[in-house]
């Protein structure tokens, strides 16, 4: 038996299982929306972010497996103005020539007290800082897509993002509304 059937056999069963689970899913991008929002000159402003990609294994019944890890694209940020785009793309905010991608990964996932809801702990990589960051989530089933949305509050300086800005609240919510298709 040569060297690669080998392999085949000994990884086809733990390919073939996670596969039946349905544990496997990918990020679809032009479905989701990764949207912030903060306080800038005391008037709340939105923006979002695209280039959403990654993996999640995500199985209710053994949550213990389950992971996610994804990625948006940092310089994608969107604010509905162009100018301030460009500003938020340069060093004193996101940095996005030296640290392009803004990364979740997990690292627990546990059931909530309601139906379908859940609660994640993971790591949050933006402009080179890790913080590890907790928040609530529903996961809801949809034809050949599974549904993730989520929420959490976040300070800016933490990250080193916008400096000792007077106009810019330290304090932004994130809301995730992520669609994953199964693989």
Same mark, same amino acid.
């Given at each position: 038996?040569?060297?690669?059937?080998?392999?085949?056999?000994?990884?086809? +069963?733990?390919?073939?299982?996670?596969?039946?689970?349905?544990?496997?899913?990918? +990020?679809?991008?032009?479905?989701?929306?990764?949207?912030?929002?903060?306080?800038?000159?005391?008037?709340?402003?939105? @923006?979002?972010?695209? #280039?959403?990609?990654?993996?999640?294994?995500?199985?209710?019944?053994?949550? =213990?497996? =389950?992971?996610?890890?994804?990625?948006?694209?940092?310089? =994608?940020?969107?604010?509905?103005?162009?100018?301030?785009?460009?500003?938020?793309?340069?060093?004193?905010?996101?940095?996005?020539?030296?640290? +392009?991608?803004?990364?979740?990964? *997990?690292?627990?996932?546990?059931? #909530?007290?309601?139906?379908? *809801?859940?609660?994640?702990?993971?790591?949050?990589?933006?402009? #080179?800082?890790?913080?590890?960051?907790?928040? +609530?989530?529903?996961?809801?089933?949809?034809? @050949?897509?599974?549904?993730?949305?989520?929420?959490?509050?976040?300070?800016?300086?933490?990250?080193?993002?916008?400096? *000792? *800005?007077?106009?810019?609240?330290?304090?932004?919510?994130?809301?995730?509304?992520?669609?994953?298709?199964?693989?």
């Amino acid at each position: 038996m040569n060297y690669l059937h080998r392999l085949w056999i000994m990884f086809m +069963p733990l390919t073939f299982v996670g596969y039946v689970n349905g544990q496997h899913f990918i +990020p679809v991008d032009d479905k989701s929306t990764i949207e912030f929002v903060i306080k800038n000159f005391g008037f709340t402003t939105k @923006g979002t972010f695209i #280039g959403l990609s990654g993996s999640i294994n995500f199985d209710q019944a053994t949550l =213990s497996e =389950s992971n996610f890890l994804v990625t948006i694209n940092a310089a =994608s940020i969107n604010t509905g103005i162009k100018a301030r785009d460009n500003h938020l793309i340069k060093e004193e905010y996101f940095n996005v020539k030296k640290y +392009p991608v803004i990364q979740f990964t *997990s690292v627990k996932i546990e059931a #909530g007290k309601e139906k379908n *809801s859940y609660n994640v702990t993971g790591n949050l990589f933006i402009k #080179g800082v890790n913080k590890q960051i907790q928040f +609530p989530f529903t996961a809801i089933e949809d034809t @050949g897509y599974i549904i993730f949305k989520g929420s959490f509050l976040l300070n800016r300086k933490d990250f080193g993002i916008g400096g *000792s *800005s007077i106009s810019l609240s330290d304090n932004l919510t994130v809301n995730l509304t992520v669609f994953a298709k199964k693989l």
